[in-house]
């Protein structure tokens, strides 16, 4: 009898997790096509193929979606992989730019999720996952300056504390979204600017 239970309880939470996952794909996809105040709960279950009162049950609000897709977001791109290449990388410059590629993905990955979240800002739970984003940034934009002062390789005058505001502020999704939206860059060339940009914010100037 114990196996039995055991056999349902694991099927029933595979279920469950298939039903998660159905939904959150829906509601990314009807985020993408017509935006977030456009979706409807009831669009989104039509779609996972679930009922209404199965997606309120599961996340709550559309708020809710878009907590538990931000969620997934650095996993899906592997942000571990990326850390660990920036931190086995000992020149600064090439730390930088991994560091701008790993950003380029995630956006580029998560365009339409993070597109959702802006529009969700007046929802807590979306708001409280921003925060914890932002806070996680910070912290990681902190610690590459930390050590690229430590090296000598900030530009004279500039100390830490304003470098790690600098790398911050421009590797904001907003300016993502501004570039390859607003002026209709493509993801490289987003890429290139920004780390152009940033190395003459950051770094000395390499003579000739």
Request: hydrophobic content about 40%; glycine content about 8%; charged content about 25%.
């Amino acid at each position: 009898m114990s196996t039995s239970r055991s056999y349902q309880s694991s099927l029933r939470e595979q279920q469950a997790q298939e039903t998660k996952h159905r939904i959150r794909e829906s509601a990314r996809k009807l985020f993408a096509s017509q935006g977030f105040a456009e979706t409807t709960i009831a669009q989104i279950a039509e779609d996972a193929g679930v009922s209404p009162q199965t997606v309120y049950a599961v996340f709550g609000t559309k708020g809710g979606i878009v907590g538990a897709m931000l969620e997934l977001l650095e996993e899906s791109v592997g942000v571990e992989s990326w850390v660990v290449r920036m931190v086995s990388e000992e020149d600064s410059r090439k730390q930088l730019r991994l560091f701008v590629a790993m950003n380029r993905s995630m956006f580029e990955n998560g365009a339409p999720i993070l597109r959702a979240a802006i529009a969700a800002r007046s929802d807590p739970e979306v708001v409280a996952m921003a925060e914890r984003g932002d806070e996680r940034r910070r912290e990681g934009t902190t610690q590459l300056c930390q050590m690229w002062a430590a090296k000598g390789a900030l530009r004279g005058g500039l100390d830490e504390a304003d470098a790690a505001q600098r790398l911050w502020l421009l590797t904001s999704v907003e300016q993502f979204l501004i570039a390859t939206e607003g002026l209709g860059w493509l993801p490289d060339r987003y890429e290139r600017w920004l780390g152009d940009l940033l190395e003459r914010e950051l770094f000395e100037t390499i003579q000739a």
